[in-house]
């Protein structure tokens, strides 16, 4: 494997990255899971980005980014949502279909555009689903955030974050209001179905956890107005 990443080792590191390998180390099937890819076909792959020295590596215990592959995940999701933060902001996109054509042309980005989509979109601090974007130094805020799942019933929060694979979650969320910056508040949850009762915004909803796997909040007095991170 050659020394510089090819779009498909890029495509493993932020795969790698996005599951918490810059912390720990990540199970092949997760990483399988995320890529859609043969078990076989990703374990080869892995050794080759391990033998590039991208990642550490060992069967059965799974992968790790090194401080090199690390750089490289960070600086491919940086351009991934630059560019989404441009194609919704500029071309207005919608939500649910900005993620596929990202995932395209940030393998495209070189060094000069991505400084000058920074530059044009006013140096965003996250992306149009909440994700903080790393900085040009590759450095990330870390966020303590939730599910709302794990919020009791009382409880109030503010959704930072949604994840952004699964257009027509996207499209529910959004009817619902469930996008980043909404107050919701936990009004109470069925304990022999454990179906959520939540207030988002003015309306009252009452959905099945599943229905909101994936919506990431952080806990505010009640009455707080919330707040937005920067990264």
């Keep these: ?106 393998h495209a980005i070189s060094p000069r555009l991505e400084r000058a989509l920074a530059e044009y979109l006013g140096e965003p601090v996250e992306g149009p689903f909440g994700h903080p974007i790393p900085a040009p130094d590759g450095s990330v805020v870390r966020r303590r955030l939730r599910p709302v799942g794990e919020f009791a019933a009382g409880q109030c929060m503010v959704v930072r974050e949604v994840e952004d694979g699964d257009a027509n979650r996207l499209r529910r969320w959004r009817e619902l209001g469930l996008v980043p910056g909404a107050r919701v508040r936990v009004v109470g949850c069925d304990p022999l179905d454990g179906v959520l009762d939540l207030q988002i915004g003015g309306e009252r909803v009452r959905l099945e956890p599943r229905a909101v796997v994936g919506v990431r909040c952080e806990a505010v007095p009640d009455g707080h107005p919330g707040r937005r991170d920067s990264a």
């Design 1 to 106: 494997m050659p020394d510089h990443a090819t779009r498909a080792s890029q495509d493993y590191l932020k795969a790698i990255h996005d599951a918490g390998g810059a912390d720990e180390r990540v199970a092949t099937r997760a990483i399988t899971a995320r890529l859609g890819v043969q078990a076989p076909s990703v374990t080869n792959m892995l050794r080759r980005l391990a033998d590039a020295g991208w990642i550490e590596y060992e069967p059965h215990r799974g992968a790790r980014l090194t401080a090199k592959g690390l750089a490289e995940a960070r600086r491919v999701v940086r351009r991934h949502q630059l560019v989404e933060c441009f194609l919704v902001t500029a071309l207005g996109y919608d939500l649910a279909e900005v993620h596929p054509d990202a995932e395209v042309l940030e």
